[in-house]
């Protein structure tokens, strides 16, 4: 073994040299250097319902595919959140779970339904002491330039206060801190920082569904009637979201639709119209951005790739 790596290191290394499957190919350009990341949601369960499996499986991916950085899509901790900087949860569904050194990358992550059952600022707050997780405000952007891809931007949404089922229950805690945000606000910076975008590529992460199979919730009424109208104004070509336990890949009009809300617990799934793939399994989603495709993928809780797909963003430019 060579000075300097630990055996575990090395049995990591060994176990993604030897993965049975890769990511789709993509051409490489120069002018365009590729983006590899991961990307899921509803995990924070101390390590249960197959959670520290998904995470083993997750460090081997994201050293394979060398990425850069982890999406969260939110429902971060379950099943009321966090209350501040300090909870127990940091370490045991968090800090005690992703420890593979190709995972200690930023964690760009946004906040879930489960997140506003607790203290969302507490998440913010997180952010200011930890030297991966990325949580700036309740929405923002991230230029893929800060990646060294200039080619694309990340749009982070904050949805539970577009949904209005959250504000009819008045003794819900739930309700208490999605009622204090300003929709409206958020809708035009959405708009506005789109249209201000001169990326090619255009990728918008939220937690809620706009689309979707899953048994338990379906599609967003209110994210179909206010999202994605702005989506498709601006040519988004992927708005990749949690929420539903399962993976997801939908394509509506131009744009592609992916659930990555297998982070530890599932439920059933059932193909919709649009419907390119979707199973009731817990895993992730990987991606490799490079030039005009996107190549997205999906693995399980054992490392299987039972997905994989490349997206063409000449198909994105066409009429909604």
Known sequence: MPSGITRREAIITMSAAGAAAALPAVPAQAASPSLNFLAFGDWGR???????????????????????????????????GVQTAQDRQWQTSFEDIYTAHSLRKPWLALLGNHDYRGNPQAQLDYAQKSRRWRMPSRYYKVSGASFGAPQVDLFMLDTS????????????????????????????????????????????FAHHTIYSGGSEHGNTEELIAQVKPILERHRVQAYINGHEHDLQHIQVGAIDYICAGAGS????????????????????????L???ALALEFRDFEGNQIYETTLSRARAALPA
């Not at 439920?267 to 793939?277: H, K, M, S």
């Open 290 to 292: 490079s030039g005009d």
């Open 161 to 204: 206060p577009l949904v209005n089922s959250y504000r009819k229950d008045v003794h819900s805690v739930i309700r208490a801190n999605v009622i204090t945000q300003d929709v409206d606000a958020q809708l035009r910076w959405l708009d506005e920082e789109l249209g201000r975008s001169r990326a090619p590529w255009k990728l918008v």
């Open 265 to 288: 617990e599932v439920r059933p799934v059932q193909a919709i119209e649009g419907t390119r793939f979707c199973r009731s399994v817990s895993g992730f989603a990987a991606f490799r």
């Open 46 to 80: 101390d390590g249960a319902s197959h959670q520290r499996d998904v995470a083993v499986q997750m460090g081997i991916s994201a050293a394979r595919i060398h990425s850069k950085f982890v999406v969260s899509v939110g429902d971060n901790f379950y099943e009321d």
